[in-house]
């Protein structure tokens, strides 16, 4: 187990460079008290779970014109009370899921893709606020299948300006 962690649950978290070796079972950035602002100052790849997240009243993550990237054995969890703005998330063959209690999911600036070429991970977005996305993609290229895509607002609109696909492509 890995954690990043403020020194304090309401101090904001800032995240620059970071790629991680297959060496953790899990990484945690923020934790259950977090209710600041976690910050992605530049690309990060986890090649292992990754739970990023910050749900006490207030929290949010911010990870706009950056990647995320998982690999290996990499999950992709986001959890925020309030908002939660992305850039790319890119996980081949595995999931992701961005969930925000009480506020907004904007990942508009980037696509969410988990496109591998032996099948697709689950996506889920779910947010009590508006969602905007861009492209979301969960598909297998060559064998295998897609895996499924939710996007659900309990009490928001939901924006798609790209595609939303979950789709399998048999090749050759």
């Keep these: 187990l890995l954690e990043f962690l403020p020194l304090t649950s309401n101090l904001d978290l800032n995240i620059g460079t970071t790629t991680l070796g297959n ?9 259950l008290d977090t209710n600041g602002t976690i910050t992605f ?7 292992n779970p990754v739970t990023i997240q910050a749900p006490a009243a207030g929290g949010a993550i911010n990870s706009a014109g950056f990647t995320i990237a998982g690999t290996g054995n990499a999950t992709i969890s986001m959890n925020a009370d309030r908002s939660i703005v ?5 996980n081949p063959g595995r999931s992701i899921a961005i969930n ?5 999911i904007d990942t508009s600036a980037g696509t969410i893709d988990t496109i591998s070429a032996s099948g697709g991970g689950n996506i889920a977005i779910t947010s009590a606020g508006d969602i905007a ?7 297998a290229e060559n064998t295998g299948t897609s895996g499924s895509i939710a996007i659900e607002s309990t009490a928001g609109k939901i924006t798609a300006t790209g595609n939303v696909d979950a789709s399998s492509r048999k090749c050759c």
């Design 23 to 31: 060496t953790f079972s899990q990484i945690n950035v923020g934790n």
């Design 41 to 47: 100052r530049e690309n990060a790849t986890f090649n």
């Design 86 to 90: 992305t850039g790319n998330i890119t």
């Design 100 to 104: 925000s209690n009480n506020g907004s």
């Design 133 to 139: 996305v861009n492209t979301v993609q969960s598909r």
